[in-house]
Nanobody, 115 residues
Framework: QVQLVESGGGLVQAGGSLRLSCVAS????????MTWYREAPGKQREFVAV???????TYADSVKGRFTISTDIPKNTGYLQMNSLKPEDTGVYYC?????????WGQGTQVTVSS
C-alpha cells in the first residue's frame, strides 16, 4: 500500500511559479507512471502531465513549455514545477501513482492564480 501526500500549492500572482511535491509513503521504485491531474471549480478533473518509468514525459497542450514533471526515486517524491502561471491554472492538483497494476491518489493541493 502506498499513500501519497501533495504539497506546495498556494496563492500566486499570474506569471509566478510554484513547485508541487508528491511524497509517497512507500518506495516508488518500479513505478509505471506518475501523473498530475487538476480539477478546476465546476469542471472535470483533467490530465496535466505524466512521467513514465523510463523517464519519458507528456504534457497537456495547455501547460506545455511552462510545467515540468520529474521524480526523485531515492526520495520517493514526484514534482511538478509550474512556471508562468495563469489564472486558468487555478484548481486542485492531484498526483497519481500507477505501480504494478494499482493506482494510488493523493488528497490534492490547492493552487490559486490571481490575475
Amino acid at each position: 500500500q502506498v499513500q501519497l501526500v501533495e504539497s506546495g500549492g498556494g496563492l500566486v500572482q499570474a506569471g509566478g511559479s510554484l513547485r508541487l511535491s508528491c511524497v509517497a509513503s512507500g518506495s516508488i521504485f518500479g513505478l509505471n507512471a506518475m501523473t498530475w491531474y487538476r480539477e478546476a471549480p465546476g469542471k472535470q478533473r483533467e490530465f496535466v502531465a505524466v512521467i513514465a518509468s523510463g523517464g519519458s514525459t507528456t504534457y497537456a497542450d495547455s501547460v506545455k513549455g511552462r510545467f515540468t514533471i520529474s521524480t526523485d526515486i531515492p526520495k520517493n517524491t514526484g514534482y511538478l514545477q509550474m512556471n508562468s502561471l495563469k489564472p486558468e491554472d487555478t484548481g486542485v492538483y492531484y498526483c497519481n501513482l500507477y505501480k504494478r497494476g494499482v493506482a494510488y491518489w493523493g488528497q490534492g493541493t490547492q493552487v490559486t492564480v490571481s490575475s
